[in-house]
């Protein structure tokens, strides 16, 4: 992976447990923060809709993994690793993401 961070936005652009989507690259990636400060990047591509809109879904648990619910079929993402808790044969991948000097960053890939 490359060392090349790009900056996307403030961190008060995100409003907590929600997500937004960044272009990185010519490849579309949802930003999520959750309500307790944690930041993860996936692929904003949802696999079961064909469509762009993870940025969209729902952020929340199931057990103890963090997911996110897609907006179009409700699958959910774990936000650490990529992985679809409905169809495990299904993973998006996940992006290195930082916060520094009230910025977040995002590692491009």
């Keep these: ?6 900056e996307v936005c403030s961190l008060d652009d995100i409003v907590p447990d929600t997500g937004v989507c960044a272009l990185i690259e ?7 923060k959750t309500r307790t ?3 993860f990047a996936i692929d904003n ?4 809709s064909k469509a762009n809109v993870l940025s969209r879904g729902i952020v ?3 057990g103890d ?3 996110v619910a897609s907006p179009v079929y409700k699958q959910h993402f774990c936000l ?7 169809d495990e044969s299904v993973k998006l991948n996940v992006y290195p993401v930082k916060a520094a000097n009230d910025k977040i960053a995002v590692q491009a890939g």
């Design 65 to 67: 993994k963090l997911v």
């Design 1 to 6: 992976m490359s060392e090349n961070w790009i």
């Design 45 to 48: 591509f949802d696999p079961f």
């Design 37 to 39: 400060g944690e930041l």
């Design 60 to 62: 929340g648990s199931l």
């Design 26 to 32: 010519d490849k579309q990636v949802a930003l999520f």
């Design 80 to 86: 650490a690793t990529g992985e679809c808790l409905e």
